[in-house]
């Protein structure tokens, strides 16, 4: 299943590269608590990105690895090891419009139970997430 979401951000491409590509601006952005088990204080290709996050009070676990990363265009990362999703790739896309960005979400993923369940339960999940990470980003953006 895919999910896209895009926004203006009011800044420079490369603030709000350097922001998404931290732990300190994932931290900022991302609308639950965390726990970082492993991450590095630079992102590139390779870097391992593994925290517990909690979600209706249950404590969730993830794992990623980023598999592609240009600076102030892109990077993505990919699922290795989480509940409940079986599979989970996503890409940021940053694009310069003279002092603003447009940043967009692309996600493909799946439960391991079928398109119905991935529509019903996984679209509105993350509609409610990256609507959260969006409006926390533009806040982080203005606030400076």
Same mark, same amino acid.
């Given at each position: 299943?895919?999910?896209?979401?895009?926004?203006?951000?009011?800044?420079? %491409?490369?603030?709000?590269?350097?922001?998404?590509?931290?732990?300190?601006?994932?931290?900022? =952005?991302?609308? =639950?608590?965390?726990?970082?088990?492993?991450?590095?204080?630079?992102?590139?290709?390779?870097?391992?990105?593994?925290?517990?996050?909690?979600?209706?009070?249950?404590?969730?676990?993830?794992?990623?690895?980023?598999?592609?990363?240009?600076?102030?265009?892109?990077?993505?990362? %990919?699922?290795?090891?989480?509940?409940?999703?079986?599979?989970?790739?996503?890409?940021?896309?940053?694009?310069?419009?003279?002092?603003?960005?447009?940043?967009?979400?692309?996600?493909?993923?799946?439960?391991?139970?079928?398109?119905?369940?991935?529509?019903?339960?996984?679209?509105?999940?993350?509609?409610?997430?990256?609507?959260?990470?969006?409006?926390?980003?533009? =806040?982080?953006?203005?606030?400076?």
């Amino acid at each position: 299943m895919n999910y896209t979401k895009t926004i203006q951000i009011d800044a420079p %491409v490369e603030d709000v590269f350097a922001f998404c590509a931290s732990p300190d601006g994932f931290e900022k =952005h991302f609308p =639950h608590s965390i726990q970082w088990i492993h991450t590095e204080e630079n992102w590139d290709n390779g870097s391992i990105i593994e925290f517990k996050f909690r979600f209706l009070s249950i404590w969730l676990y993830w794992k990623a690895e980023i598999i592609e990363y240009q600076q102030n265009k892109l990077f993505t990362d %990919v699922l290795r090891s989480s509940f409940p999703y079986k599979y989970f790739r996503h890409s940021h896309l940053f694009e310069s419009q003279e002092e603003k960005t447009i940043y967009t979400d692309q996600i493909e993923f799946s439960f391991g139970f079928g398109n119905f369940i991935d529509k019903a339960v996984g679209i509105p999940m993350l509609e409610s997430t990256f609507s959260q990470r969006h409006i926390r980003m533009k =806040h982080a953006f203005n606030n400076q």
